[in-house]
């Protein structure tokens, strides 16, 4: 098995700042890219963000300049710093990742985790 778990949600006023933590944990061989998507009541998830093992980002255009994100291989954890929030990036957040696990190497599959709600409201 294999764990994804966020945490760094919550509530924040415009213009605040949030950071999201995500730990892998479990059955790991590798894992290759890991990433943030963001889920808004009514919309399509949509990717955030994403950063390759090799520390490569990718960003969608409406955080540019606002989001960075980042990974620690050696802690399996991906951030997402979240600066200048408003109202729009108002979504659950799930964490992705690439992963071989070690009851499978010969494969890589999205894992995903639970979701952390963030709220950017006065």
């Known amino acids: 098995q294999v764990y994804l778990v966020e945490s760094g949600g919550g509530l924040v006023q415009p213009g605040g700042s949030l950071r999201l933590s995500c730990v892998v944990s479990?059955?790991?061989?590798?894992?290759?890219?890991m990433g943030w998507y963001r889920q808004a009541p009514g919309k399509q998830r949509e990717l955030v963000a994403d950063?390759?093992?090799?520390?490569?980002?990718n960003y969608a255009d409406s955080v540019k300049g606002r989001f960075t994100i980042s990974r620690d291989n050696a802690k399996n954890t991906v951030y997402l710093q979240m600066n200048s929030l408003i109202p729009e990036d108002t979504a659950t957040y799930f964490c992705?990742?690439?992963?071989?696990?070690?009851?499978?190497?010969?494969?890589?599959?999205?894992?995903w985790g639970q979701g952390a709600q963030v709220t950017v409201s006065s």
């Open positions: 992705n990742a690439q992963i071989t696990s070690l009851d499978d190497i010969m494969h890589m599959r999205d894992y």
């Open positions: 479990g059955m790991i061989y590798s894992i290759n890219t």
């Open positions: 950063i390759t093992r090799g520390g490569n980002t």
